[in-house]
């Protein structure tokens, strides 16, 4: 649901009307002495929730990729003079993935040369989420990575799945104590960043004996925004995701 908020001071005039519009196309008006004040206009991309809106304030519902656009709010005082005033904003509407990337295909332990392949995967996004890997908290190289790939939601035809892999031969160099820590971060600016980290270790031999494998620790770090929450505040609209 996104919220659009239309602060006004008529300066001791009387308020005539409140519109609303996208794309320079009216979508909403609100007239004090009519009855009912509330007048809704069918807009692609736009659905208004009639109950939840007033004056200053506009309920969207069933926001999709449709929905983006330039929305302006005009307010009107009464006769003589029908005074207008109006601002404008471009709105974009993003969905926000469902949960962090999920990383699969690896494996506790590994020995030395053994190929080393982990696939991460972050849910449906608008628009297309930014995955990197990390190898021991280091940018992985760019020999090391595959991708990304995108893939549109059965659900969600507007937005695409995320897909990229990480694949090396173990080495020494790889492993610092015989542990290796990999990180797969998922981030859409500004609104949103997770990631899956997890370690995993390598079988040497004599002194450079390895950790013991039940050590492995996963963690999911959230950070920024929760679900979908955007905030966009201009001087006489506010936009709220939620």
Request: contains cysteine; charged residues 20%.
């Amino acid at each position: 649901m996104a919220l659009l908020g239309c602060q006004y001071d008529l300066e001791g005039d009387t308020l005539y009307s409140v519109k609303w519009y996208k794309d320079g196309r009216e979508f909403y008006r609100f007239v004090p002495k009519n009855d009912p004040p509330v007048y809704y206009f069918q807009t692609p991309g736009v659905n208004v929730d009639i109950g939840r809106s007033s004056n200053t304030v506009v309920a969207l519902v069933n926001l999709t990729q449709e929905s983006a656009g330039h929305y302006r709010c005009e307010v009107s005082g009464e006769a003589p003079s029908f005074a207008t005033v109006y601002r404008q904003k471009y709105i974009n509407i993003h969905l926000l993935p469902k949960g962090g990337p999920r990383v699969i295909g690896l494996k506790e332990q590994y020995n030395l040369d053994d190929l080393v392949v982990a696939n991460c995967t972050l849910p449906p996004s608008r628009p297309k989420a930014h995955l990197k890997w990390l190898v021991n908290d280091k940018p992985a190289p760019s020999s090391y990575i595959l991708g990304p790939w995108y893939r549109v939601s059965a659900e969600r035809p507007d937005a695409a799945e995320t897909f990229l892999q990480l694949s090396f031969f173990a080495t020494t160099s790889d492993f610092v104590n015989g542990a290796i820590k990999l990180k797969c971060q998922a981030t859409i600016a500004p609104l949103y960043q997770r990631e899956t980290e997890s370690t995993h270790y390598i079988s040497l031999p004599f002194s450079m004996a390895a950790h013991p494998p039940e050590a492995k620790e996963i963690r999911d770090i959230a950070s920024s925004v929760e679900n979908t929450l955007a905030t966009i505040i201009v001087p006489i609209m506010i936009l709220i995701l939620m």
